[in-house]
């Protein structure tokens, strides 16, 4: 770990994660943090009248699990490896990190749900409508506060992809106006899929357009940005 903290050290390179199974590289998630996982805890909530519910969440909570694929990386993320990977291709999320809202949201996720299964295990048993009722609400919550979770991470990827946006005008000023994937993965250090995003999400059909060649190459062009200078985009950015 010491070797690669200080080979980290060069330029673009940062030590991460990498999952064994898709090779994917970047920080995990908690086991929880996926709804399956949760579905089996609900599963074994009910089965063993909420007893095992305490004890699965004691194995799995410090767990963490591929974004991408979803392996289980074990405690802390050990069953993963520790490589030196270019900054561009961390996780895309880490850049911009998550906010306390998104945290609490998170947690309360977690709370309302481990809550219904608690209740609508333990009244199937014993035979009690109400506390049944109660499970399902708690569960509606839940579902109530997933929802406002995905919309948080979803403002959070539109924050990265907006802060991605002005080295991309800046190199299209460079090249005239057109740019390729590979144009951007080249000048700008990041994997062909990010460059693909942000063009993508700059693709408007009025500002940047894309247009394919006769070689099947995929060109985007900035119109407002063809035949002019870098100088008076990198203006305009700090105005």
């Known amino acids: 770990m010491n070797q690669l903290a200080q080979r980290a050290d060069e ?13 994917y590289a970047g920080s995990g998630e908690s086991y ?31 767990h963490q699990i591929c974004p991408r694929c979803g392996m289980n990386w074990g ?15 961390a996780r895309e999320a880490e850049l911009v990190p ?3 809202s998104e945290r609490s949201l998170k947690r309360g996720t977690f709370v309302l ?22 499970g399902v609400g708690a569960g509606a919550g839940g579902y109530v506060m997933q929802r406002n979770l995905r919309q948080a991470r979803e ?3 539109q924050m990265l992809l907006d802060s991605l946006v002005p080295p ?42 894309s247009q394919v060649t006769d070689e099947g190459m995929i060109v985007f062009e900035f ?9 008076d985009v990198r203006g305009e950015l700090l105005a």
């Not at 119109?223 to 100088?231: A, D, H, K």
Request: aromatic fraction near 4%; hydrophobic fraction near 40%; charge should be positive.
């Open 98 to 100: 998550p906010g306390r």
């Open 155 to 157: 403002r959070r990827r």
């Open 11 to 23: 330029p673009g390179l940062v030590v991460t994660h990498a999952c064994p199974r898709c090779r």
């Open 113 to 134: 749900y481990t809550l219904a299964a608690l209740l609508a295990g333990g009244g199937a048993v014993q035979g009690d409508v109400g506390q049944m009722a109660a």
């Open 168 to 209: 991309v005008l800046r190199l299209a000023a460079q090249h005239g106006g057109r740019l390729t994937v590979s144009d951007v993965a080249a000048g700008l250090g990041w994997t062909l899929p990010r460059a693909t995003k942000v063009l993508q999400y700059l693709d408007d059909g009025v500002r940047v357009d």
């Open 75 to 89: 405690e802390q993320g050990r069953r993963s490896s520790l490589v030196r990977a270019p900054a561009a291709q």
């Open 223 to 231: 119109r407002e940005l063809i035949g002019r200078g870098v100088s």
């Open 32 to 62: 929880f943090a996926r709804g399956t996982n949760v579905a089996k805890l609900l599963g074994v909530t009910v089965l063993t009248s909420g007893i095992g519910a305490p004890v699965y969440y004691l194995l799995r909570h410090s």
